[in-house]
């Protein structure tokens, strides 16, 4: 899907959301099967809509104040540490 399509979703959020607030979404986790065996992953809905990623583990930060709206992703790294990457809007 085109980048411009989940820009235009982003906006649409910050729209719905009243002023000084915030949302987060999480990209949700494959649930344990058994032992060290997974059960497929599936992104959680609300962030793909969002985002446009669809891998697990993943943070979506949104701030809306009275003048700014601030978007974040944060990333897990192969490492366990986090990236963060900021959208505008």
Known sequence: MDK??????RRKVFARMDENSVMVLFSG???ARSGD???SF????????VTGADRD????L??????EEKSIL???????QMDRREYDC
Not at 42 to 49: D, H, I, K, P
């Open 57 to 60: 583990k993943m943070i979506f």
């Open 62 to 67: 949104a701030h809306k104040s009275d003048n």
């Open 4 to 9: 411009k399509f989940f820009e235009n979703n």
């Open 37 to 39: 065996s997974l059960y």
């Open 42 to 49: 599936f992104v959680n809905r609300n962030f793909f809509y």
């Open 29 to 31: 986790e494959a649930p």
């Open 74 to 80: 944060f990333i897990p790294r192969t490492n366990g």
